[in-house]
């Protein structure tokens, strides 16, 4: 005898719709009930959030991962009401018609985004629902929370950061913040620098919090990976040692060396210490590699520690020493450093002169117009400005380099930008010994700045 099977009505079905004919849901949760949709329009269209999304959409298109969910009119056949994604459709009412828009502002910003994003299609992908109250089954799955794992879980900083790992999602989001610092704590796991254990014990965030102030005492040279010039044994042992000091103590009143809540000086301190315990890297001449996306005991280029130079500085072969680092992303400056590393002071007195000015004037600039206090004028001017900023920041220079920096705008000071410029206009050219002085005067003023930085 043949089973009867139980035939399953059809709750939902995907469609395409004309865009014209889709209405706001008069009852959403997001607002008082409004029948009035150029009521509701506004409503939506005057929220900062709106232009965000339409930023996206225009962008992107469509979320293919969340589309609307719509049920038909009950006054109008063949036309829908929305019931899921009533602010996407303002955002792509608007995008379609910036005319349409609650103020003159809002006008403006979406009249741009219309003229140089994607077009809202005049067909629309979505869910109709045969039944209301099975949308609402679908819309409190996806708008009250996690519901012990029935609803969309959040995502942590550790997670956003592993997703970013695989590239960028566009303009319209920031790149995470917490790249680096996921990198490195999951380059220590995978190394046995911590334990998993221990690094459920990290912060990822406090890590970040930390990474402009440490960056050049673990020998790090950018703002996106593991990349280092120093080798494997001493990289490793700083970065441990780091984390280590972030991991949580566990004991009811004890903080971490480094913790979540620690001032700016506190973070300066605490690099500083690295550095005086003798755990920052000591070699760093060699060629730069990531020691996450390489084996550790096999370096790529066949890396050698060099043995380090027992030479007094001031007789030091080359212009800028080994362990000057460039820890923002500037190809430019990271270019002018490594050629200064490889040139002889005493051969190329004209070259390392021009050198040393030309990363001066780049570094300051840099930091005037990221900090916007004015990067445009006289050298002299714009080191002011910085210097004016610096002292007011909640990490000031030390008296040492607040002056080192000052005297770069005094015509007068040897290592100034003026003097520095001499011997690229017909001047008198500094020697060797004069090169090898003025590098190591304003490198820590340099170090300082390029730390204030992203």
């Known amino acids: 005898m043949a089973t009867k099977k139980r035939v399953h009505q059809v709750e939902h079905e995907d469609v395409l719709v004309q865009f014209n004919k889709l209405h706001f849901d008069p009852v959403n949760p997001r607002g008082e ?8 329009r506004a409503l939506f269209g005057a929220e900062s959030e709106t232009a965000i999304l339409a930023t996206h959409l225009a962008e992107h298109g469509q979320n293919p991962l969340d589309r609307l969910g719509i049920i038909e009119h009950s006054k109008l056949p063949g036309h829908y009401v929305i019931r899921e994604g009533n602010r996407r459709l303002c955002a792509m009412q608007l995008l379609r018609d910036p005319e349409r828009s609650p103020t003159l502002a809002v006008r403006k910003t979406f009249q741009r985004l219309a003229s140089t994003g994607r077009p809202i299609p005049d067909q629309i992908q979505a869910v109709l629902f045969h039944e209301q109250p099975k949308a609402r089954v679908w819309m409190s799955v996806k708008h009250e929370g996690p519901q012990n794992g029935l609803g969309t879980l959040t995502w942590g900083p550790t997670q956003k950061a592993r997703f970013n790992r695989e590239g960028e999602t566009g303009t319209t989001r920031p790149k995470n913040p917490n790249r680096q610092a996921e990198a490195l704590l999951t380059y220590a796991v995978t190394r046995e620098l911590i334990s998993a254990e221990e690094r459920a014990l990290i912060s990822i965030t406090t890590v970040t919090r930390y990474l402009p102030n440490v960056r050049t005492a673990l020998a790090l040279l950018n703002t996106e990976d593991c990349l280092t010039n120093a080798p494997p044994e001493e990289f490793d042992a700083a970065l441990r040692q780091f984390l280590k000091d972030a991991k949580e103590p566990g004991s009811p ?97 004209f070259s390392c002169n021009y050198l040393i000015r030309v990363i001066l004037e780049r570094i300051v600039y840099r930091y005037a117009k990221q900090h916007g206090v004015g990067a445009q004028g006289e050298f002299s001017d714009v080191a002011q400005r910085v210097i004016t900023h610096a002292k007011a920041s909640n990490d000031p220079p030390s008296k040492g380099i607040a002056t080192v920096l000052t005297k770069t705008a005094d015509k007068k000071s040897v290592y100034s930008y003026d003097m520095l ?7 008198s050219i500094p020697s060797g010994a004069d090169n090898r002085s003025n590098w190591e005067t304003l490198q820590p003023a340099l170090e300082y700045l390029l730390s204030h930085m992203t």
């Open 33 to 40: 009930p409004e029948n009035d949709e150029e009521k509701i």
């Open 253 to 349: 009143g004890v903080k971490a060396e480094v913790h979540s809540r620690s001032s700016a000086a506190e973070r300066k301190t605490y690099a500083e210490s690295l550095r005086n315990q003798g755990l920052s890297p000591k070699t760093r001449d060699l060629t730069p590699y990531d020691p996450a996306r390489q084996p550790a005991t096999q370096p790529a280029t066949k890396l050698v520690t060099r043995p380090r130079s027992l030479q007094h500085p001031g007789k030091r072969k080359h212009l800028i020493f080994s362990s000057f680092v460039v820890p923002v992303r500037d190809p430019i400056l990271l270019r002018l450093v490594t050629e200064g590393k490889e040139l002889d002071p005493d051969q190329y007195r």
């Open 421 to 427: 410029s001499n011997g690229t206009h017909g001047g």
